[in-house]
């Protein structure tokens, strides 16, 4: 085995730990944002409830 097939070979396999830790990465990122989006699309229901709810009854034929 030469020198450039043993470099080659720990290129790619260095390729390859830096695209799974990447892809890991992204995940961990996308996953925090989608907490962070359900958090905020939880509250903002909450803190709007309907003015009429409850209050007036339209009743049109």
């Known amino acids: 085995?030469?020198?450039s097939s043993m470099v080659n070979t720990q290129?790619?396999?260095l390729q390859h730990t830096v695209s799974l830790?990447?892809?890991q990465s992204t995940l961990s990122t996308q996953a925090a944002q989608s907490m962070k989006m359900l958090e905020?699309?939880?509250s903002?229901?909450?803190e709007a409830p309907h003015p009429y709810a409850g209050?007036?009854?339209d009743v049109s034929v």
């Open 1 to 3: 085995m030469d020198i």
């Open 40 to 42: 905020a699309l939880d």
């Open 11 to 13: 290129t790619n396999k």
């Open 21 to 23: 830790s990447l892809m």
């Open 55 to 57: 209050k007036r009854v």
């Open 44 to 46: 903002a229901a909450q």
